[in-house]
């Protein structure tokens, strides 16, 4: 079965600060979901990645999947307190269900 | 709102018993997804339901079963409930064809 891990498991950085998450695969990545999640509460997706080299950005927040298509980084620029919050990232495992497996998770914290 | 909508936010109940979880997915979705997100295990798929049929099953307990009805709406009904039952459940809904998946804000089940 398909594995991912994230690094690191948490983080704490002072405002304005960047930062990089990373999630790693054990098998090929054929879609890479990035998603934020308030403690306790839903899940908000962020972006999707398919192909290798791809890289998308919104706003402050730039994710990669890289050409071997095992691993991804999501990227954020100037960290603001409402970036805190825990880091998903989701992995489709192929088949006809395409359920998402997930890594387990970075928790930020965005000191003011 | 993510226009997938589950009830009841919370529920607290006593071991050995059985409560059922409801989810409504976005308009339109016909796969459904349930996931458990506990402290210990991350986020879980349990099982999927495409246009009323079961389509794959993860992780999911012989005591929890699923359905989803003609409306679309599905249902998780949990029996003989253990304190390690204790969890986050969400639900998630996809269009055919579409790589997005669209998470509900979750039912907090605690069981004491």
């Known amino acids: 079965s398909q594995e991912l891990e994230q690094s690191p498991q948490s983080l704490i950085v002072q405002e304005g600060k960047n930062l990089t998450i990373n999630c790693t695969s054990s098998k090929t990545l054929y879609g890479l979901y990035w998603y934020k999640q308030k403690y306790g509460e839903g899940l908000i997706f962020l972006m999707m990645l398919q192909k290798g080299g791809e890289e998308k950005s919104h706003e402050k927040i730039t994710a990669k999947l890289d050409e071997k298509k095992q691993q991804s980084s999501l990227h954020i620029t100037a960290s603001q307190p409402s970036h805190a919050g825990i880091y998903l990232c989701g992995a489709d495992v192929p088949g006809s269900a395409r359920q998402l497996t997930f890594g387990s998770g970075t928790q930020l914290t965005v000191l003011p | 709102d993510s226009g997938v909508t589950q009830t009841p936010k919370h529920l607290i109940t006593a071991t050995g018993q059985r409560v059922t979880l409801r989810c409504s997915p976005r308009s339109g979705d016909l796969s459904v997804y349930w996931y458990q997100q506990s402290l210990d295990q991350g986020l879980q798929f349990l099982i999927q339901y495409y246009n009323g049929e079961e389509r794959a099953k993860g992780n999911i307990l012989e005591r929890f079963s699923a359905q989803q009805f003609p409306d679309l709406h599905s249902e998780l009904n949990l029996s003989s409930l253990e304190l390690g039952d204790s969890a986050l459940y969400f639900c998630?809904?996809?269009?055919?064809?579409?790589?997005?998946?669209?998470f509900g804000s979750g039912t907090r089940l605690t069981v004491v």
């Open positions: 998630a809904s996809r269009a055919t064809g579409d790589y997005g998946y669209t």
